[in-house]
T-cell receptor, first 115, second 115 residues
Framework: EAGVAQSPRYKIIEKRQSVAFWCNPI?????LYWYQQILGQGPKLLIQ????????DSQLPKDRFSAERLKGVDSTLKIQPAKLEDSAVYLC?????????????FGPGTRLLVL | AQSVTQLGSHVSVSEGALVLLRCNYS??????LFWYVQYPNQGLQLLLK??????LVKGINGFEAEFKKSETSFHLTKPSAHMSDAAEYFC?????????????FGQGTELSVKP
């Protein structure tokens, strides 16, 4: 079974520029998450989708961050304009059933550096 | 609100020694608890999870954790450390009604293994 795919793996931009990240979840997984992991901290949920609807975006800085999952499969996360404090790893995860229990699977992440 | 505290941002052990990584949680409802491992430049991999069944949970790579409600703890142990265990470890909590849902992570513990 293929895992959660993310691209790009690394991105360097200057502040005030825009950037977009892409995520392809495991086939058949209806729930998709975006987490932000700042260096030295645990991941923090930014947004959760169920199919193409938003379940939780309470922690998403909506003045600069946006995310969509138009067809209930792939998702993109955008930052516009980026700030220095957005430097972090952005992790995508999807949720599915393993051995009769639901489990979250994480992608490798996109490492963003804002200069 | 749920929260997780990992005691010790860095733990160093000798190869073959006992590994003990501490995690305490706060939750107003019965929690589901997780341990994830993150190797450099990789995503998070599930080690084990507690979902209200047996309080002693065995995971992959020889790790296990014990849920102690009275102590609100879910410490991770491994009898004998290997060099390959060097990584970042994250404890996480989720509401039991939504076992695969939003994860609240601790700040992580970096495990170093000395030869």
């Amino acid at each position: 079974e293929a895992g959660v795919a993310q691209s790009p793996r690394y991105k360097i931009i200057e502040k005030r520029q825009s950037v977009a990240f892409w995520c392809n979840p495991i086939s058949g997984h209806a729930t998709l998450y975006w987490y932000q992991q700042i260096l030295g901290q645990g991941p923090k949920l930014l947004i959760q989708f169920q199919n193409n609807g938003v379940v939780d975006d309470s922690q998403l800085p909506k003045d600069r961050f946006s995310a969509e999952r138009l067809k209930g499969v792939d998702s993109t996360l955008k930052i516009q304009p980026a700030k220095l404090e957005d430097s972090a790893v952005y992790l995508c995860a999807s949720r599915g059933w393993v051995a009769y229990q639901e489990t979250q699977y994480f992608g490798p992440g996109t490492r963003l550096l804002v200069l | 609100a749920q929260s997780v505290t990992q005691l010790g941002s860095h733990v160093s052990v000798s190869e073959g020694a006992l590994v003990l990584l501490r995690c305490n949680y706060s939750s107003s409802v019965p929690p589901y608890l997780f341990w994830y491992v993150q190797y450099p430049n990789q995503g998070l991999q599930l080690l084990l999870k507690y979902t209200s069944a047996a309080t002693l949970v065995k995971g992959i790579n020889g790790f296990e954790a014990e849920f102690k409600k009275s102590e609100t703890s879910f410490h991770l142990t491994k009898p004998s450390a290997h060099m390959s265990d060097a990584a970042e470890y994250f404890c996480a909590v989720s509401e039991w009604r939504n076992q695969g849902g939003k994860l609240i992570f601790g700040q992580g513990t970096e495990l170093s293994v000395k030869p």
